[in-house]
């Protein structure tokens, strides 16, 4: 975009996934790629191809099939991950390389172990051997909120010299406030360039809940691209979020006098996808997207909505797809409108997965009366979406008695691979009997870190959707499991963590026992 605009770079699939207990496999990736391609995001930073086999895979796979934004890679100052990571992008209409290396004195000394003239050699390496490879180049000073300020200027100079055409100043840590960091920006601007040839970019963390604030700054000070995640996932405390800044820029361009390409009726959408998939809840009160970010409870507050919704909202709830009246589905809802509901949730499905979904929707319509949109979204992301790729294990059946004071004996049947395994347990209540059954069955004891089940919708039938998390050794993965059981629900939560733990130690060349 010209002076006027603001790229949105989105790295919900690399910063994002990198989150704490977030473990996305590659069709959950393919989705979330396709759903910010119709977000209209303009950057999309599938991954860091050098960081694994699955992560190189995935990145390959989007930069092959999205079609649109640019397709960015990470890639460490190294020859050997920007190799990596054109392998991966070279596939897609718009491939981009985006390295990186620590500028501050902290990171130098104690984790680079590297002299600042050593740091400017690998610059000039990186981004020249970047640049051999691709037309579009993307170089980040790690850290550089930290950093001195003439020695980023000399880095920030020789990536440009080198041929690099987005310049990314990093807030790594959430360190920086708003005023401070909008003149950090501008300075680094002016003496670098002038903001005439390369592409200003920032990158926050929230830290210290100012990674917007910041951002926001910091686009004020001339940058022209700002690095976000769908809901601030992230490391730690997360990312700026994208919702949060597309629409600042959006309801405040009487400040700004920018726009961005976003479709903002798909951010609400695109904030359920994410949030199913990787089992992170959206706080009720988050900004833009949250359950409550549109609602009214204060009698002060509904009659001046009641009278002008301005007087309370300052953006429309349709502008960012907040959901209103929809029609239900049931038994007699044909092909046509199952199709057109998905795509408003911002599912993607190829044929064959499509008619996997109807069939389980004709289903779940014999059990159920009415199959409303949390009932649609639980069972799309949980039996078609996040199904394992290597689906080592299956429940085939189970059942379980409760005692009186809560003591259960669960007896469950697994098929693995292909193979009948039975066995029972004791335990308090009925899903610690089950989980406790399945690891005899596996002969593997994970750590089980966390455990919730929702309703999908307030009706008494609603699905129940369990999310698990189990921890081994170094890997951690999240599992879901959705019945009208939430027994079984529980146990489908447990057996789909499992396919992924074995999948992850599989892909390490881990054997568990």
């Not at 207990?21 to 303009?42: C, F, P, S, T, Y």
């Not at 997207?289 to 002060?300: C, L, Q, W």
């Not at 004709?362 to 639980?378: F, H, N, P, Y």
Request: with cysteine; glycine share 8%.
């Amino acid at each position: 975009m010209g002076d006027d605009g603001v790229i949105i770079f989105d790295t919900t699939l690399r910063d994002g996934e990198q989150a704490a207990g977030i473990n996305l496999n590659m069709a959950e990736k393919l989705q979330i790629a396709h759903q910010l391609a119709r977000l209209n995001v303009d950057v999309i930073e599938a991954g860091f191809p050098a960081a694994s086999e699955g992560d190189f895979e995935s990145v390959k796979r989007i930069a092959q099939e999205v079609k649109g934004p640019v397709i960015a890679g990470l890639a460490r100052a190294k020859k050997a991950d920007i190799k990596a990571a054109y392998e991966a992008v070279k596939y897609s209409e718009r491939p981009r390389i985006h390295t990186f290396i620590a500028t501050s004195d902290i990171h130098m000394q104690y984790k680079l172990k590297m002299t600042r003239e050593e740091v400017l050699e690998a610059v000039k390496e990186a981004v020249t051997y970047a640049k051999s490879l691709v037309d579009d180049v993307e170089f980040s000073a790690e850290d550089a909120s930290r950093s001195d300020l003439d020695f980023l200027v000399q880095v920030f100079k020789v990536a440009l010299d080198c041929g690099a055409t987005t310049l990314n100043i990093p807030d790594t840590v959430g360190y920086a406030y708003p005023r401070e960091f909008g003149e950090f920006v501008r300075s680094i601007i002016e003496r670098v360039d002038g903001g005439k040839v390369a592409i200003w970019s920032v990158h926050c963390h929230n830290d210290l809940g100012l990674a917007v604030a910041n951002s926001l700054a910091a686009v004020e000070a001339g940058a022209r691209q700002v690095e976000c995640t769908i809901n601030g996932l992230g490391e730690r405390a997360g990312n700026a979020a994208l919702e949060e800044i597309v629409m600042a820029l959006k309801t405040r361009k009487d400040v700004f006098g920018l726009d961005t390409k976003i479709e903002t009726k798909r951010l609400y959408e695109t904030s359920r996808l994410v949030s199913r998939l990787t089992g992170v809840v959206v706080p009720p009160n988050k900004a833009i997207v949250g359950a409550n970010a549109f609602a009214h409870e204060s009698g002060i507050h509904q009659h001046g909505v009641l009278c002008n919704r301005a007087t309370y909202e300052i953006m429309r709830p349709e502008d960012v797809g907040f959901p209103g009246t929809r029609l239900y589905l049931g038994k007699h809802s044909g092909r046509h409108a199952f199709k057109m509901r998905l795509e408003e949730m911002g599912f993607y499905l190829d044929d064959e997965s499509f008619e996997k979904a109807f069939k389980l929707f004709k289903e779940l319509c014999d059990r159920k009366e009415i199959v409303t949109d949390g009932d649609i979204e639980a069972f799309i992301a949980d039996e078609i979406i996040a199904v394992s790729p290597s689906k080592r294990f299956e429940l085939k059946s189970f059942s379980v008695t409760v005692e009186n004071g809560g003591r259960a004996t669960a007896t469950v049947t697994l098929l693995e691979n292909g193979v009948e395994k039975t066995d029972a347990a004791v335990g308090n209540g009925p899903v610690d009997a089950s989980y406790k059954a399945i690891k005899r069955i596996v002969n593997v004891n994970p750590i089980l870190k966390s455990y919730r089940i929702d309703a999908t919708s307030e009706r008494s039938d609603a699905l129940g959707e369990a999310v698990i998390t189990l921890q081994y050794d170094s890997f951690t993965v999240v599992g879901r499991g959705t019945s009208t059981d939430v027994i079984e629900a529980s146990i489908k939560a447990y057996v789909n963590a499992l396919n992924r733990l074995f999948a992850a130690a599989s892909l390490k060349g881990v054997e568990l026992s």
